[in-house]
């Protein structure tokens, strides 16, 4: 019968996984990947890879956990960079930081895809729905990543050190950095990631005037200046914070007034730490007085 | 340098950010500049918004003037001398500081610069210049800067300013002549088109130079734009448009502004106050500009003699469609990227999107509509290899209120308010 036929890399009996867990880095995703061609499951359509904090456990699937493997992985990485270049690995990466719930399957099969056709341009083939799903999350990847660029607001704290705390959709840290790096290069900062719990962190006494300095990884910040960095604020914080909300209230066009379309350029979502959001109606640093 | 009184600072810019406020360019794109040296700042290609007004608009840059006292008395200008509005007026230094602290917190991308004219022009300018130059100089900032050219400033001065700007402008105001020499009587089209003149020139000459010198130093790397006020003088989008494409041929501009007239003043030569902002019309002006700039439309296509006014209930691509059925349907399998992009509801991000995908497969609405074109408009104009139902329609003798009746935004009656004007 050749449904039991015997699969050399299971013992006879052991049901074949459809579920593949990785550790939830791009290291352990790509782990993962080894290991489905490693034991030749890649023909299996059920397949799915999932990270492992995001699996909920069931009945009927039965799911392995793969370690990560930094060989595996970069034996992966080399292959996948030979087959997709550049700008095919960066989709891989941002694909993979949207966290989203079938991100690692849908890689997946794009990975799939290439390694079976290594001569054609799959990346640009949105025809299939694999590449579409990975190109849309690109997008929407992109999308936050420019919105932290342009969202993060510094405060001044009394260490001389320019701070800011976000909450974006996805794992945008990684991929914002370098242009922060690149543009503040004169002045000490962090940007801190409240739902992940970590930031980066940029200290200009490491920088030389041909070169800006690494960034740094940061962790475990004290909740109660995370909560209320107002506590923190350098003495010309709050000074600077009510010209922020006075430009940006006086820069308004009342005859023009349109909610929907602001809301739509800037979700509500954000507003939290926009301090031009945080402006009481009748505040009297907003008024127009000479 | 003088001490800044922060006490007073705070009244200034409210009062010089609202009468800035109607300036609409907001474009921080194009800027070139890196941070090299470790100072501070470092363009972005495209440009960054970092916040919306309530308006829905842009916030990108610090747009204030230095001054709002003028002695000029244009009609449609709440800066102008007989306007009893409160008056102030910024230190260098103080445009300086807000500036920089505004960038180093992330708020801007960097600093619109305008002015109302004190003395004379000359005078005005050099005070522009002398903020940019103190920026980019003593505080080493990298960010972006846009002044506003003073009518009747000298060569001299536009051309130092144009090394420290990434962007200089000057705005045309009023559409037509007459209604310029109607509303504003002190200033001529010949006089403003002047600096553009001369700020175009340079551009050239120092893209030849640097063509050899590479250190040659850069001129206004982003260019130059203008804005045009509609709906304050009885200009038609004919004119309107027809006057945008000859700055975008003449003098190679990157941007023209639409800016729809919003009444505050009363002055018998204008609208009534309260006479509705033309957003509607603004919005086509500005659709029709992306087609002469990005779609490959001329100017005669967009707007035809025998009806000068765009149309307000459809955008400019829909109608140049719907006039000219001759050209559809559009077989997306094998159709020119040129030909792609004038099908209403494709986009240029779509159209390049479906010419790589057709080389993978035979390209469906389904297809379409995951690329993120607006089939519900496209559908009547293509065909594909399959079939396509919506086709049939394209005969009709009503083709235009059906497809528009179909089209229908769901937002047409906060909109509707706009087509009194007219």
Known sequence: MLELAPNTAYPVGQLTPSIVLYEPSFEGWLSAVFYVYANKLHDDEALQLIAQDCYVPSLIAQATSVVPNEEHAERVLVKLNQLLGRSGMRNLLWGFLSEKEHIGTTLFWVVKYAIDYPNRHIMQDVGNLHVLELVQTVKSVGREKHRMEAFVRFEHTTDDIYFARVEPDFNVLPLIGEHFRQRYQDQHWAIYDITRGYGIYYDKSNSTVTRPATLQTITDLDDAVLRRPASIHSADERRYQQFWQGYFTNVNITERKNPRLHRQYLPQRYWKYLSEKQILPNAEHIQKRR | ?422
């Open chain 2, 1 to 422: 340098m003088a001490a800044i009184n922060y006490e007073r600072l705070q009244g200034k810019l409210n009062i010089l950010a609202d009468a800035a406020k109607y300036d609409v360019s907001c474009s921080s794109s194009a800027g070139t500049r890196k941070n090299q040296g470790g100072g501070l700042g470092d363009a972005s290609k495209t440009g960054i918004c970092h916040s919306y007004t309530e308006d829905g608009r842009c916030v990108s840059l610090l747009k204030i003037l230095l001054t709002n006292h003028c002695i000029y008395d244009c009609a449609y200008c709440t800066s102008r001398k007989s306007n009893d509005t409160p008056r102030a007026a910024f230190t260098v230094e103080e445009v300086v500081d807000l500036t920089m602290q505004f960038y180093r917190r992330n708020y801007i991308e960097g600093l619109f610069l305008s002015s109302g004219i004190f003395k004379n022009g000359d005078y005005t300018m050099e005070r522009l210049v002398e903020v940019a130059k103190i920026l980019r100089t003593r505080e080493r900032f990298n960010g972006y800067i846009h002044l506003k050219t003073i009518p009747g400033a000298s060569k001299e001065l536009l051309l130092e300013a144009g090394l420290y700007a990434d962007r200089l402008s000057v705005n045309i105001e009023i559409p037509t002549k007459s209604g310029l020499a109607l509303l504003a009587p002190e200033k001529s089209h010949d006089e403003l088109k002047a600096p553009m003149q001369t700020v175009k020139e340079e551009i050239v000459t120092i893209r030849e130079s640097r063509k050899t010198h590479k250190k040659a130093p850069k001129f206004t790397p982003a260019g130059q734009t203008s804005q045009m006020i509609v709906g304050a003088s009885n200009e038609t989008d004919l004119q309107v448009i027809q006057l945008s494409s000859h700055f975008y041929q003449t003098y190679d501009l990157k941007r023209v502004y639409y800016s729809g007239y919003v009444p505050m003043l009363s002055d018998n030569r204008l609208p009534a106050i309260g006479t509705p902002v033309p957003m509607v019309r603004e919005n086509r002006l500005y659709q029709a500009d992306w087609l002469m700039r990005f779609y490959g439309f001329g100017a005669h296509e967009i707007v035809e003699p025998e009806s000068p006014f765009l149309d307000l209930d459809c955008d400019p691509k829909l109608a140049w469609a719907i006039r000219h059925r001759e050209h559809f349907p559009v077989n997306i399998q094998t159709a020119s990227y040129e030909m792609i992009v004038r099908i209403p509801g494709i986009g240029t991000k779509t159209a390049k999107k479906i010419v790589t995908a057709r080389k993978f497969n035979q390209l469906t609405l389904y297809h379409l509509k995951k690329m993120g074109a607006a089939v519900n408009r496209a559908k009547y104009f293509i065909a594909t290899t399959g079939k396509n139902e919506h086709l049939a329609h394209l005969t009709r003798e009503n083709f235009r209120q059906y497809v528009l009746a179909q089209t229908q935004t769901k937002y047409k009656d906060q909109r509707s308010g706009q087509l009194a004007l007219f």
